[in-house]
């Protein structure tokens, strides 16, 4: 499913990256198509225990690929993969709860998982687990928190996260109002080709000065995303 695209205007751009990510992101499997797997030897190493072929296996069953689309047998093996500590099938669960596919809808199931992984440095469920606290499902409603997953993600470089956090400190929702912090995050999220962002920046510069989008752009100029589970050095803390 497409996320939604709504016209643009000055007073809506800070809300528009958040409504076009409220369908949540299945993360892709790092495995080969359906023709090149042998889907026997595949599902025996699953029965072994191998949390990468439970995984694989479940993304194949949620995609259809080498075997009949199953949903349900697709959350059998990833909560199998997902119980072992695998970041990847502990989002792609947690999305199953969010969506009601597989299982019964169940937003706090979802939060749980997603917590799981993005406590494992997993940027998708650090965005996924913000969008859960921004709208209050699963959780109380909570705009800081929000802001402290997405800045998880964002120091990894994940645009979507990266499109929200600028809209965060446009709206002064959960931060403090900041447009070149704005600027900052939606510059970053449109390099990665986010297109919401790229017009939001447009249109925030119609509010801001010549030195005000030099500071932002020399802010953005200077991030370095991080790996995942990359620490941060001792009496430091993540760019704002």
């Given at each position: 499913?497409?996320?939604?695209?709504?016209?643009?205007?000055?007073?809506?751009?800070?809300?528009?990256?958040?409504?076009?990510?409220?369908?949540?992101?299945?993360?892709?499997?790092?495995?080969?198509?359906?023709?090149?797997?042998?889907?026997?030897?595949?599902?025996?190493?699953?029965?072994?225990?191998?949390?990468?072929?439970?995984?694989?296996?479940?993304?194949?069953?949620?995609?259809?690929?080498?075997?009949?689309?199953?949903?349900?047998?697709?959350?059998?093996?990833?909560?199998?993969?997902?119980?072992?500590?695998?970041?990847?099938?502990?989002?792609?669960?947690?999305?199953?709860?969010?969506?009601?596919?597989?299982?019964?809808?169940?937003?706090?199931?979802?939060?749980?998982?997603?917590?799981?992984?993005?406590?494992?440095?997993?940027?998708?469920a650090?965005?996924?687990?913000g969008?859960?606290?921004?709208?209050?499902?699963?959780?109380?409603?909570?705009?800081?928190?929000?802001?402290?997953?997405?800045?998880?993600?964002?120091?990894?470089?994940?645009?979507?996260?990266?499109?929200?956090?600028?809209?965060?400190?446009?709206?002064?929702?959960?931060?403090?109002?900041?447009?070149?912090?704005a600027?900052?995050?939606?510059?970053?999220?449109?390099?990665?080709?986010?297109?919401?962002?790229?017009?939001?920046?447009?249109?925030?510069?119609?509010?801001?000065?010549?030195?005000?989008i030099a500071?932002?752009?020399?802010?953005?100029?200077?991030?370095?995303?991080?790996?995942?589970?990359?620490?941060?050095?001792?009496?430091?803390?993540?760019?704002?």
């Amino acid at each position: 499913m497409e996320n939604p695209r709504f016209p643009v205007s000055l007073f809506t751009a800070s809300v528009l990256c958040l409504l076009a990510v409220l369908v949540l992101t299945l993360a892709s499997a790092p495995c080969a198509k359906g023709s090149d797997i042998d889907i026997s030897e595949l599902k025996a190493r699953a029965m072994q225990g191998d949390a990468d072929a439970q995984f694989n296996l479940g993304h194949m069953y949620a995609k259809g690929e080498g075997v009949s689309k199953n949903a349900t047998e697709a959350v059998k093996w990833w909560r199998m993969a997902a119980e072992q500590g695998f970041a990847i099938a502990q989002n792609s669960l947690g999305l199953m709860y969010d969506r009601g596919i597989g299982v019964p809808k169940d937003a706090t199931e979802a939060v749980k998982w997603f917590r799981k992984a993005a406590e494992q440095g997993d940027a998708d469920a650090q965005f996924n687990l913000g969008l859960m606290y921004y709208k209050g499902e699963g959780v109380p409603k909570n705009a800081a928190e929000a802001v402290k997953w997405w800045r998880k993600a964002v120091e990894q470089g994940n645009a979507i996260a990266q499109c929200n956090l600028g809209a965060m400190y446009h709206r002064g929702e959960g931060v403090s109002k900041d447009n070149v912090q704005a600027y900052k995050w939606w510059n970053l999220a449109a390099a990665g080709g986010d297109e919401l962002a790229a017009e939001n920046r447009r249109l925030l510069e119609r509010e801001m000065t010549p030195a005000q989008i030099a500071e932002a752009q020399r802010l953005s100029d200077q991030f370095v995303p991080r790996k995942a589970g990359a620490e941060t050095t001792p009496g430091t803390s993540p760019s704002p």
